[in-house]
């Protein structure tokens, strides 16, 4: 056989259709690291040629939960286009029992075409399947027959789980989790997302647990004592990574959108009385993006399932989201107000992905930012038109989300929003804020670029025209550009997401009327760059501004790297990119930002909430970079003596609790002087509010935050505040006292109660409640007992499934020299358990090392992971390095004027007490 035949017949495997039996043959298996010949040469590794397309599965699975085993057939139909010799199919770890293949004829019966050989293609996770002949053009069937395990220590494929009822009685419960390619952990299939077909699930299971699929129910029927056969209905074209399957006896809440779609939201009965918010927020992103997109909602049903071992916080499996208990079954009872906050985004970007992901998804994980960063901005248009206790499309975006992403896209090591991943570590890395809050507000600034009107033609153009297949950003481009003529939005695009990092645009008044704005890269660190771009690091610049005399928010585009501006009318002072807008940062000269700051200090409500987030965060990142002395910042802040909004409060609280962190205990002490004068106006504000979980989500945020940091500089009116709610615990949540602020009161009382910290560390092993143990575990690590400290560590990483899920939350609230001292020690366990993770290894490894500011340090974080591999923590560690670095900079640069500032400020203050 040549070499170019064996490369066009690689790969056929198709689905059941109406084969039953055949007759027993004998089928080599055998396994390999490396195949004789490479069809796929060329080709990205692991990826199926484009000449085999999967048109339908059937599967068939039967589940044994007392041994965590399960058995199954899966029968796929394919479409091969051109003669080829082999047939790969994604399989990985599973016992493959028996394989055959046939032709298929509708309404008749196949015939059987021999195999020759089975191989198991480990090194590229394919079962390549050889036919005796060549196969040429035409639709086949496979069969193929397997066992496997539900795995038991990682939160990727069909794993296992288990929930706690009403009794206290911990129930089996096995889901799966199949983005980005653990689809072909759990059975073989084509497991790439342009490869859609139809699928049809019949699974055998015990009784009294039931299965959930993508489909609705078709039937439920006994088969023998004890066991039920359930059988879904076909789905529509779907690909495998959305695809899931879940075993469970949880019990079931239940509404209907607008449109008819049955929601159901399950958990144990004692979580469902009192998650009714989530079941409402579900029904109310659906009715509104149905509205929006103006497409119906393409499945016939939607459930929202919680998983107790979770990796993510959410997946958008077509029909069936499944997601970490603290979202699906969210309690304002437990939960708290910014808790809340996040499950609400939460759960309405799970619902965009019904549409951009499922109904139309990327062709290749190069193009994620059509399914992720799309929902994350239209995550927050559904928040907008649910609830109207919070500004989600500006305040939240660039509170929660921009300034996040611009944190991790300041980088050299950044990377564009359109890169090509080159292995499965690099798909998964691809996961991150580049593509959720970087992405997302790229989406943020095409809308309002091209306006409200034309994007929503483009969108419901772009799913009507793509529905059930596939496509790319160009597509998207595309159909923004055809329903605008007024802007070349397609060169703009283009800037933005195939070229990493932003721009930094420097804008100066040169009289009244005329305005100089020029551009360059941004870059937070003093390391000179020296990569490439295709556009050479230059963007579009798509301008708004606000002056003293008017606000302009209709873009100009300017294309050049100067550009002079004339203003409508003639102005005193102008503020740059309205209400955050537009993906850039912004610098003024000195008099620039000096009259921006006097108009705060007289009257900041001339701004908006957003644009006075925005004014701190371009202060703060200029600083990083360089670009600004920290002391004109810092007196900036004491505008904020006037400020009463959210968002501002939270970005300015932040950046002193990182400054904190670099300080000496004087230095603390004066910052402390510096802080407590800050929010002395605004903290006795909101503790005459009530501290009811009913008040709108924007007052129990800011009153949380204010007395958090009261409470951590020593305010005498938080104290108080926090001292005067007496013994408030979980027994007595039903008197409606906001969570959060139950957890600062237990959380002082810990740090002002040696005895206290003692009997909550006692109480660990007895609590069942997962909220509860990643409660105790956060204040407890609030401490500066060392012993302790690493007690705490161990407990998290080895103890139950509970305390697993706490260790993020663990490690990140410890010190940083002892985190990363015993993360070093205990690496080996924390890949074990992480190492393949979508999101966590490359969170805890950033978190270790984020905090550290010594050469020492640095050296020995570098050294350590030139003999250890980081996994999918990769960009974490990155980060990490890059983060110590700037530390021992800003130590260098920053801290004896941050020094000299606090000891400045708090004498002056001293002096005006007396």
């Known amino acids: 056989m040549t070499r170019r035949t064996r490369e066009l017949l690689c790969l056929f495997l198709f689905l059941y259709n109406t084969i039953n039996a055949a007759e027993d043959q004998v089928v080599e298996f055998s396994d390999s690291n490396e195949s004789d010949v490479d069809p796929f040469a060329g080709l990205y590794k692991?990826?199926?040629?484009?000449?085999?397309?999967?048109?339908?599965?059937?599967?068939?699975?039967?589940?044994?939960?007392?041994?965590?085993l399960y058995s199954g057939?899966?029968?796929?139909?394919?479409?091969?286009?051109?003669?080829?010799?082999?047939?790969?199919?994604?399989?990985?770890?599973?016992?493959?029992?028996?394989?055959?293949?046939?032709?298929?004829?509708?309404?008749?019966?196949?015939?059987?075409?021999?195999?020759?050989?089975?191989?198991?293609?480990?090194?590229?996770?394919?079962?390549?399947?050889?036919?005796?002949?060549?196969?040429?053009?035409?639709v086949y069937q496979l069969f193929i027959d397997f066992k496997n395990v539900f795995v038991s220590d990682s939160f990727w494929g069909f794993y296992q789980s288990s929930w706690q009822d009403e009794k206290g009685w911990t129930n089996k419960m096995v889901s799966t989790?199949?983005?980005?390619?653990?689809?072909?952990h759990a059975w073989p299939c084509y497991d790439e997302p342009r490869f859609k077909a139809t699928f049809k699930f019949f699974v055998e299971h015990e009784s009294p647990y039931y299965a959930l699929s993508n489909g609705a129910v078709e039937s439920r029927e006994p088969i023998r004592a004890g066991w039920i056969r359930t059988t879904f209905e076909r789905t529509p074209e779907m690909s495998t990574y959305v695809t899931a399957m879940i075993i469970t006896n949880y019990r079931e809440i239940k509404g209907r959108s607008q449109s008819g779609t049955p929601v159901k939201l399950y958990g144990s009965y004692t979580k469902l009385q009192r998650s009714r918010r989530m079941l409402d927020t579900t029904i109310k992103s659906l009715d509104f993006l149905e509205d929006y997109f103006g497409i119906e909602y393409p499945m016939s049903k939607l459930d929202v399932?919680?998983?107790?071992?979770?990796?993510?916080?959410?997946?958008?499996?077509?029909?069936?989201?499944?997601?970490?208990?603290?979202?699906?079954?969210?309690?304002?009872?437990?939960?708290?107000?910014?808790?809340?906050?996040?499950?609400?985004?939460?759960?309405a970007h799970e619902v965009a992905h019904m549409w951009f992901g499922d109904l139309v998804t990327p062709h290749w994980w190069?193009?994620?930012?059509?399914?992720?960063?799309?929902?994350?901005?239209?995550?927050?248009?559904?928040?907008?038109?649910?609830?109207?206790?919070?500004?989600?499309?500006?305040?939240?975006?660039?509170?929660?989300?921009?300034?996040?992403?611009?944190?991790?896209?300041?980088?050299?090591?950044?990377?564009?929003?359109?890169?090509?991943?080159?292995?499965?570590?690099?798909?998964?890395?691809?996961?991150?804020?580049?593509t959720y809050q970087r992405g997302g507000n790229l989406f943020r600034m095409f809308y309002h670029i091209v306006g409200a009107g034309p994007f929503r033609a483009a969108v419901h153009n772009y799913l009507v025209e793509n529905a059930y297949s596939t496509a790319t950003m160009a597509d998207m481009t595309q159909y923004l550009q055809d329903e605008t003529s007024e802007y070349d939005i397609k060169s703009l695009i283009e800037?933005?997401?195939?070229?990493?990092?932003?721009?930094?645009?420097?804008?100066?008044?040169?009289?009244?009327?005329?305005?100089?704005?020029?551009?360059?890269?941004?870059?937070?660190?003093?390391?000179?760059?020296?990569?490439?771009?295709?556009?050479?690091?230059?963007?579009?610049?798509?301008?708004?501004?606000?002056?003293?005399?008017?606000?302009?928010?209709?873009?100009?585009?300017?294309?050049?790297?100067?550009?002079?501006?004339?203003?409508?009318?003639?102005?005193?002072?102008?503020?740059?990119?309205?209400?955050?807008?537009?993906?850039?940062?912004?610098?003024?000269?000195?008099?620039?930002?000096?009259?921006?700051?006097?108009?705060?200090?007289?009257?900041?409500?001339?701004?908006?909430?957003?644009?006075?987030?925005?004014?701190?965060?371009?202060?703060?990142?200029?600083?990083?970079?360089?670009?600004?002395?920290?002391?004109?910042?810092?007196?900036?802040?004491?505008?904020?003596?006037?400020?009463?909004?959210f968002g501002p409060w939270k970005l300015a609280t932040e950046h002193?609790?990182?400054?904190?962190?670099?300080?000496?205990?004087?230095?603390?002490?004066?910052?402390?002087?510096?802080?407590?004068d800050l929010i002395d106006e605004a903290l006795k504000d909101v503790v005459q509010l009530n501290t009811s979980f009913n008040k709108p989500i924007k007052e129990r945020l800011l009153q949380f935050i204010l007395v958090d940091t009261g409470v951590a500089v020593d305010h005498p009116v938080a104290n108080e505040f926090i001292d005067k709610l007496g013994n408030v615990s979980r027994s007595t949540l039903e008197e409606g006292t906001e969570p959060g602020i139950i957890y600062l009161q237990k959380l002082r009382k810990a740090q002002t109660n040696k005895n206290y910290w003692y009997e909550l560390l006692e109480t660990l092993p007895n609590l069942k409640d997962a909220d509860e143990i990643m409660e105790t575990y956060q204040i407890l690590c609030d401490t500066n007992n060392v012993t302790a400290l690493k007690e705490l560590l161990?407990?998290?990483?080895?103890?139950?499934?509970?305390?697993?899920?706490?260790?993020?939350?663990?490690?990140?609230?410890?010190?940083?020299?002892?985190?990363?001292?015993?993360?070093?020690?205990?690496?080996?366990?924390?890949?074990?358990?992480?190492?393949?993770?979508?999101?966590?290894?490359?969170?805890?490894?950033?978190?270790?090392?984020?905090?550290?500011n010594s050469n020492e340090m640095y050296n020995d974080v570098k050294s350590f992971f030139k003999a250890n591999n980081p996994g999918t923590g990769e960009p974490g560690l990155t980060t990490g390095l890059e983060q110590i670095a700037e530390n021992i900079r800003w130590k260098k640069n920053h801290r004896h004027k941050c020094r000299n500032f606090f000891f400045t400020y708090a004498r002056k203050h001293a002096k005006g007490k007396n």
């Open 177 to 184: 989790q199949f983005s980005p390619y653990w689809a072909r």
């Open 305 to 347: 399932v919680p998983v107790k071992r979770f990796g993510v916080a959410a997946m958008e499996n077509w029909g069936l989201i499944t997601a970490r208990e603290d979202i699906a079954n969210f309690d304002p009872l437990v939960h708290s107000a910014q808790w809340e906050l996040q499950a609400r985004v939460i759960m």
């Open 495 to 645: 800037r933005y997401t195939l070229q990493k990092n932003f721009p930094l645009v420097h804008v100066k008044m040169l009289n009244r009327t005329h305005v100089l704005v020029t551009q360059e890269r941004f870059l937070f660190t003093s390391k000179e760059a020296v990569d490439d771009s295709p556009y050479n690091y230059t963007w579009h610049i798509p301008f708004t501004y606000t002056t003293d005399a008017e606000r302009v928010d209709k873009v100009i585009i300017l294309t050049e790297k100067e550009n002079i501006v004339e203003l409508n009318k003639p102005a005193t002072w102008i503020k740059a990119n309205n209400d955050f807008r537009m993906y850039y940062i912004t610098n003024y000269d000195l008099v620039g930002w000096k009259k921006l700051y006097h108009q705060l200090v007289a009257d900041h409500t001339v701004f908006t909430t957003t644009d006075r987030i925005q004014l701190l965060a371009d202060l703060l990142k200029l600083v990083t970079a360089d670009k600004l002395d920290i002391t004109f910042p810092l007196q900036f802040l004491t505008y904020m003596k006037k400020e009463t909004e």
């Open 794 to 852: 161990e407990r998290s990483l080895g103890g139950s499934e509970d305390t697993q899920q706490a260790v993020l939350d663990i490690i990140s609230k410890t010190k940083p020299d002892i985190a990363w001292k015993f993360f070093r020690r205990n690496y080996n366990k924390y890949f074990e358990k992480y190492g393949d993770s979508l999101f966590t290894m490359s969170y805890i490894l950033q978190t270790v090392t984020e905090q550290l």
């Open 656 to 676: 002193w609790h990182e400054l904190m962190n670099k300080m000496s205990p004087a230095e603390k002490f004066a910052a402390k002087i510096y802080a407590r």
């Open 366 to 434: 190069d193009n994620i930012i059509l399914k992720e960063s799309t929902v994350s901005w239209f995550m927050v248009f559904a928040c907008d038109a649910i609830f109207d206790d919070f500004d989600f499309s500006d305040e939240y975006m660039v509170t929660y989300e921009l300034i996040r992403g611009m944190d991790k896209d300041s980088s050299v090591t950044s990377r564009a929003a359109i890169t090509n991943p080159n292995s499965q570590t690099e798909i998964m890395n691809m996961f991150d804020e580049i």
């Open 73 to 138: 057939r899966v029968h796929v139909l394919v479409n091969i286009t051109e003669p080829c010799d082999q047939i790969p199919i994604h399989s990985v770890g599973l016992n493959i029992t028996d394989v055959f293949v046939a032709t298929y004829v509708p309404k008749e019966r196949g015939r059987r075409v021999p195999v020759i050989e089975v191989l198991e293609d480990t090194s590229e996770e394919l079962l390549r399947i050889f036919p005796r002949r060549v196969l040429y053009e035409g």
């Open 46 to 68: 692991g990826n199926i040629p484009p000449f085999i397309k999967p048109m339908h599965y059937s599967i068939i699975l039967k589940i044994n939960l007392r041994d965590w």
